[in-house]
């Protein structure tokens, strides 16, 4: 729900992500996190809800 | 006192001079708010309102301002402050709202205590104020010795007459700006335009339809503190949203606090608040002066009618109506002056 | 509707009388024609007070949860919206059953008061309101008009899913036809087809309008908690600051933190000073919840089990 919110506001789809991982789920782990990197370069830096206070 | 005309069809013109010189603050309308934002010119400008969502109060005490930055380079803290104020232009506030700001000069520009940040932009800021041509339901600045035509506190009164504006200069600031412009500001014709705008001062006076006798009202304020008037349905409505606060011309209540932007960086902020937040009064120790809704709604309507007046002897109210207005429950400052106005006389 | 009023105030003064109330909540005449404001009764006298018609726009149920210890029960006005709050309110353990007595009115739909006042005299007072079907006719004393509910109505009237109340002990009034809507997701599936930067760019420009005064978060009947998030300063969540990323993320979180319990009443969108249309934003949300979990406006009926509070193995899983 809250992933369509953010889409919805104007975040990339993607850039948040929620996995249910357990504890002895490593590989699972890996190959996610190895994946949301990759897609998070892919996307660029983030511009919404930046902190611009100089 | 000196005045001026200005050509209504030279006004696009003077507001793009005005924003290549100044920032020109004017009011712009976003959808269906109007609100006072810097323009790059006239195009920008929307000047068809009675008046603005937002009061123009920002351009002296916005909303956020940082008041510096800090480093801490190990043995000692380092602090930047910001640029000092720019010269900037207000365009186009309505005579209730300078009146508003004119009030909050003495809490800024005290005695004893000046406050750097509003007083930078108040001296670096010409006000070019715009009478009113309508009355809306929810005004009543004469109350409070206003009115739609008062050109009290602007440096330059601008008053549409036909096609032409009615322009007094106030003060040598305004005087300074209208020679600075002189091929838009003529001398001539001024004289007639006076007796025009004293007849639609006149005209929109018996616009009002809301009565509001202040009458007894301060002198009942401040012999009683404790009222069962307070206790009444308006501490039960109130939502204590901080909706009549932000839209209020003469609130001036504020945070501050530290933001860090790492760990040795960060800057101080001052922003508005509310003196309707519970957390408002919350002391450290967890003591609350103000616990309960009734405190608080109390306090408003204190400050408003009686404490800026003792403090600074000016009114805490112009009677602009952005409160009744907007205040999602129809708490109506009218209603509470002429109910406080019969408890005085039933006293 | 004068009917409905009286009705209203004799029901009201019963109430009070036979001592089964110790307060009676509802609207009052405001101070501008087309306005009401809450009222707060406690003596059989004051039903006077009472009205009823296209102006009451408050959902009453928001002060339910201030009365939840004072002594004796409290009765609250409730229109059909209103009554998914107190619904959702209950089924929250808010305030108990035995406490309230609800004095529901099916509404035929309210009236954006500003828009009224701009064609009425200013000043003039009201005499009498109708429900004419497609329109209300609004009596003054200084003349009558017209208004077609199409043009005036607030937004949320006009695709309204329960004029008739859902909970009510003392039911005032005619029960309403109920309409159904195919396209009451308009607005959110329109939004949803624009692509990011466009959607981003819009939100960007509501929320940078924000002044963060919560009046959404106070009027809203179905926020309670006794410390809101953002209100502490320990941590910090938001600050005082109103840049555009502190905005959108207190409008996102709060969408969020009353998810599967907000009952779409509209009164966030309704009270913003900035005209920032939060309900948009609440109404994605319910979009997505009958997506998801199939699951009806909260409070639309007593008992509903919170989709996003309870877990059934036919959920949804993408993230699994």
């Not at chain 2, 190990?74 to 506030?93: C, M, R, T, Y």
């Not at chain 2, 040598?172 to 007796?195: C, N, P």
């Not at chain 2, 919350?282 to 400050?303: C, D, I, Q, Y």
Request: aromatic share 10%; proline share 5%; with cysteine.
């Amino acid at each position: 729900m809250l992933k369509r919110l953010l889409e919805y506001v104007g975040f990339e789809p993607g850039r948040f992500q929620a996995r249910w991982i357990s504890g002895s789920e490593g590989a699972k782990f890996t190959t996610t996190i190895k994946d949301m990197t990759e897609k998070i370069k892919s996307l660029g830096p983030n511009k919404k809800m930046r902190d611009d206070i100089v | 006192m000196e005045a001026r005309v200005v050509n209504k069809g030279q006004l696009p013109e003077l507001l793009d001079k005005l924003a290549k010189d100044y920032d020109l603050i004017a009011p712009v309308q976003e959808e269906t708010v109007v609100l006072f934002r810097k323009i790059s010119g006239a195009a920008d400008a929307f000047l068809e309102y009675t008046n603005s969502d937002v009061s123009p109060k920002g351009c002296f005490l916005p909303q956020n301002e940082k008041t510096f930055n800090y480093t801490y380079t190990g043995d000692s803290i380092e602090i930047n402050k910001p640029e000092g104020a720019q010269k900037a232009v207000l365009f186009g506030a309505r005579p209730c709202d300078i009146k508003a700001i004119t009030t909050l000069d003495p809490v800024f520009e005290g005695e004893k205590f000046g406050d750097e940040y509003y007083s930078g932009k108040r001296e670096n800021t010409v006000i070019i104020g715009l009478s009113c041509t309508k009355v809306l339901s929810t005004c009543f600045c004469y109350a409070f010795e206003g009115g739609p035509c008062d050109g009290t506190g602007s440096d330059l009164l601008f008053t549409e007459i036909g096609d032409k504006y009615y322009v007094e200069v106030n003060t040598e600031k305004g005087k300074a700006l209208a020679d600075a412009y002189s091929q838009i500001f003529s001398s001539q014709g001024a004289e007639q335009l006076a007796k025009d705008k004293e007849e639609l001062a006149k005209k929109l006076a018996g616009e009002f339809v809301r009565k509001v006798d202040l009458t007894g009202v301060k002198e009942l304020l401040d012999n009683n503190f404790e009222l069962p008037y307070w206790n009444g349905d308006d501490q039960k409505k109130c939502l204590g949203c901080g909706t009549c606060t932000y839209v209020c011309p003469t609130c001036h209540c504020f945070d501050i606090f530290d933001y860090p932007t790492g760990d040795f960086t960060g800057a101080r902020l001052r922003c508005w608040d509310s003196c309707m937040y519970p957390e408002y009064t919350l002391m450290a120790g967890g003591h609350n002066p103000r616990p309960t809704r009734k405190e608080r709604v109390r306090n408003r309507f204190m400050h408003k009618l009686k404490y800026h007046l003792d403090r600074y002897n000016m009114v805490g109210c112009v009677g602009c109506g952005r409160c009744v207005r907007k205040c999602p429950v129809n708490i109506d400052i009218t209603k509470i002056i002429n109910d406080l106005k019969e408890v005085a006389q039933n006293a | 509707m004068m009917d409905v009023i009286q009705q209203l105030r004799e029901q009201a003064k019963k109430l009070l009388e036979e001592k089964k109330v110790t307060l009676v909540i509802g609207f009052g005449q405001g101070t501008e024609l087309a306005r009401t404001t809450p009222v707060f009764i406690d003596s059989p006298e004051g039903v006077s007070a009472l009205t009823w018609g296209p102006f009451c726009a408050n959902n009453l149920a928001k002060y339910l949860t201030d009365y939840k210890n004072a002594e004796g029960n409290v009765a609250v006005v409730v229109k059909g919206c209103d009554a998914r709050s107190v619904i959702r309110l209950l089924d929250d353990n808010q305030i108990s059953r035995d406490k309230v007595v609800v004095i529901g009115v099916p509404c035929p739909g309210q009236l954006e008061w500003q828009k009224v006042a701009a064609e009425v005299k200013p000043g003039a007072s009201l005499k009498e309101t109708a429900d004419n079907g497609e329109s209300f006719s609004v009596k003054t004393d200084a003349g009558d008009y017209s208004f077609n509910k199409k043009d005036y109505m607030l937004h949320r009237c006009l695709v309204c899913e329960n004029p008739n109340p859902v909970i009510s002990d003392i039911t005032i009034g005619k029960e309403l036809p109920v309409k159904t809507y195919e396209e009451r997701f308009a607005e959110v599936s329109e939004l949803e087809q624009k692509s990011t930067e466009d959607k981003s760019a819009y939100w960007d420009k509501q929320f940078s309008r924000c002044l963060r005064c919560y009046a959404c978060r106070n009027v809203c009947s179905v926020c309670t908690c006794q410390i809101c998030v953002f209100d502490q300063m320990l941590p910090m969540w938001v600050s005082k600051r109103t840049n555009l990323s502190e905005n959108t993320m207190f409008h996102i979180t709060r969408a969020f933190h009353v998810a599967g319990r907000c009952v779409d009443c509209g009164e966030c969108d309704r009270v913003c000073p900035m005209d920032i249309p939060l309900r948009k934003l609440n109404q994605k949300i319910h979009k997505d919840l009958g997506d998801l979990f199939d699951s009806p406006t909260p409070g639309s009926k007593p008992g509903i089990p919170s989709a996003l509070g309870e877990f059934s193995p036919g959920d949804p899983e993408e993230f699994m």
